[in-house]
Nanobody, 113 residues
Framework: HVQLVESGGGSVQAGGSLRLSCTAPGFTSDRCGMDWFRQAAGKQREWVVFISPDGSTSYADDVKGRFTISKDKAKETIYLQMNSLKPEDTAMYSC????????WGQGTQVTVS
């Protein structure tokens, strides 16, 4: 299986922004959907957002209006733009595709203070 690769995490102050990226060799965004999940320390992993192959999206209620998922077909990369970040957004963020042959990445840490 090919491992997904996330990047773009970091430490920001509340109200700040970050853009996360997710990609993998051979990933094709017009055939595969992608979810972002997050897991805060001591808590269960929770679903954040999904983008389908046709570009339609769905968001968890607590990120709606603040987070935007998009894709760059040329780079076969999925982006998660996170604005108006809150301390409760602090978590390890990971992406997961519904296409076979891929496994979870190591994630990227987002810390909001």
């Amino acid at each position: 299986h090919v491992q997904l690769v996330e990047s773009g995490g970091g430490s920001v102050q509340a109200g700040g922004s970050l853009r996360l990226s997710c990609t993998a060799p051979g990933f094709t965004s017009d055939r595969c959907g992608m979810d972002w999940f997050r897991q805060a320390a001591g808590k269960q992993r929770e679903w954040v957002v999904f983008i389908s192959p046709d570009g339609s999206t769905s968001y968890a209620d607590d990120v709606k209006g603040r987070f935007t998922i998009s894709k760059d077909k040329a780079k076969e990369t999925i982006y998660l733009q996170m604005n108006s970040l809150k301390p409760e957004d602090t978590a390890m963020y990971s992406c997961k595709t519904n296409c076979p042959g891929y496994k979870w990445g190591q994630g990227t840490q987002v810390t909001v203070s």
